[in-house]
């Protein structure tokens, strides 16, 4: 049942963010032509800005993952897989 409320959630995101993405990814193309007089400026400048907000939430991601879990899992397949190879 929780998973289930997750993915439906995670999926509401997912469609907002499509759809604002995509009408404030033009918008800011927009602006940025009509500011910098140019449209190959506009569309360097709105995708400047998409590099950087794509670092942040890789960093945030990075920071926001359990390393010890993570390590923990990776050690667990290992030696699942090395079970598997000795039998």
């Known amino acids: 049942r ?5 993915l439906g959630i995670f ?3 997912q ?11 033009g918008a800011a193309s927009d602006l940025a032509r009509w ?3 140019s449209p190959a400026a506009g569309y360097a400048a709105v995708f400047l800005v998409e590099a950087v907000l794509f670092a942040a939430a ?3 991601a990075l920071r926001s993952a359990p390393v010890a879990s993570a390590r923990a899992a ?8 090395l079970v598997a190879v000795l039998r």
Do not use: D, N, S, V
């Open 2 to 6: 929780e998973t289930g409320l997750r």
């Open 11 to 13: 999926g509401a995101a």
């Open 15 to 25: 469609g907002m963010a499509y759809g604002i993405g995509g009408f404030g990814g």
């Open 35 to 37: 500011l910098l007089g």
């Open 58 to 60: 890789a960093w945030m």
């Open 74 to 81: 990776r050690a667990k397949e290992r030696g699942e897989a």
